[in-house]
């Protein structure tokens, strides 16, 4: 693929530097420590990395190697391309779906993620700074410009990020003069998508062109929502608008998520809402929490996904079993 590298920017060496020990990496490979060691000693892995102290490491990269000499499949059995979408603001859209894919990216995972917001909060949530990029989606979808030019390789050799910032705030009027002008997104994706595993794409917060582009381009649709009722309000729009683009454009998600984000058990407010949810939107609402953490506050405000920054948070935990639930991976106990 012709994309690019990432410059040497401050916030990517943090993704470069990471190491992962035998009890983490192992558990990426779903096997246990002593398994791990006692393959190494069969010669089925190669001899591994030691530190000064002689204390065994890995790599990011060498994720997908050793699931390779082990003949293990992807942990997805097939592509997903997945939306974070509300039309709500600051339910935790970006924070959430950039450890989202981080994550699963670590795990061995091809990843590509989209930056659909011109506030490319995404892209700072991955530790970059979003203004570096002279290209966004918006060079794709508006100027033609292959995908293959606008996407960026991170120093993790399974994540590559379409990036955003100011340059993409045109497309919303752009797009409105162009021909099929609700499938452009789909049709660039589908050129790129043999490359992947998973998209994760992540939405502004409103209804616009570039949001039904993407909901008509994803399979799978998860929405971060606060347990307030403004929140339980702003579903009742998403649904609504997704009822009328299931008639306008005969199409359905395979798959809804709703999850909870920034639940606090000890408030009233909280519990009462997570009940008016789990009436009204049971068929959708997963069973995991991702409880409200400091933690992920202070990785968002430092760009850096929550398994860098925090791995044993239970922000970090949660993350994960919200991967584990959506992709049906339980069972595998990653956070290490
Ligand atoms: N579980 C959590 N605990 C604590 N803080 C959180 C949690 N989830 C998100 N936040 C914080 O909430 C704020 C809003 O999150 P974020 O920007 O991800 O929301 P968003 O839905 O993408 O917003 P927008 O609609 O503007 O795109 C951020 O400062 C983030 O750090
Ligand atoms: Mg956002």
């Not at 009027?173 to 790129?192: C, G, H, K």
């Not at 683009?245 to 998600?253: N, T």
């Amino acid at each position: 693929m012709a994309a690019h590298s990432l410059p040497l920017i401050q916030k990517a060496q943090i993704l470069g530097d990471t190491v992962y020990s035998p009890t983490a990496f192992s558990k990426f490979l779903g096997i246990s420590k002593n398994d791990l060691l006692e393959k190494e000693a069969k010669g089925i892995f190669p001899p591994a990395k030691r530190d000064s102290s002689r204390e065994r490491y890995y790599r990011p990269e060498d994720v997908s190697r050793y699931r390779n000499y082990l003949g293990l499949p992807s942990p997805l059995k097939s592509i997903r391309k997945q939306l974070f979408l509300n039309f709500k603001g600051g339910t935790g859209k970006s924070t959430i779906s950039a450890s989202y894919g981080f994550r699963l990216a670590q795990m061995g995972v091809r990843t590509l993620m989209i930056d659909l917001d011109p506030q490319g909060h995404l892209t700072q949530c991955l530790g970059l700074n979003s203004q570096q990029f002279p290209k966004t989606l918006f060079s794709a979808l508006i100027e033609k410009e292959d995908m293959e030019k606008i996407i960026v390789k991170t120093d993790l050799p399974t994540l590559d990020i379409i990036p955003s910032n100011l340059n993409l705030s045109p497309v919303e009027l752009s797009l409105f003069s162009m021909n099929s002008r609700e499938f452009r997104l789909r049709r660039l994706i589908n050129s790129v998508e043999k490359q992947y595993e998973l998209i994760v794409m992540d939405a502004s917060p409103s209804i616009g062109l570039l949001n039904l582009n993407a909901i008509l381009a994803s399979n799978d649709l998860i929405i971060p929502v606060l347990a307030d009722f403004l929140s339980y309000h702003g579903l009742k729009i998403l649904f609504e608008t997704l009822s009328t683009i299931e008639e306008d454009f005969s199409f359905v998600f395979e798959n809804i998520f709703i999850f909870l984000n920034r639940y606090n058990e000890s408030h009233r407010i909280c519990k009462r809402s997570k009940k008016a949810l789990e009436t009204h939107y049971d068929k959708y609402l997963l069973s995991t929490v991702i409880r409200q953490d400091t933690k992920i506050a202070e990785a968002t405000s430092q760009g850096t996904p929550i398994f860098l920054f925090a791995q044993s948070s239970k922000g970090a935990v949660d993350v994960q079993s919200l991967i584990d639930e959506i992709l049906e991976l339980k069972g595998a106990d990653h956070v290490g």
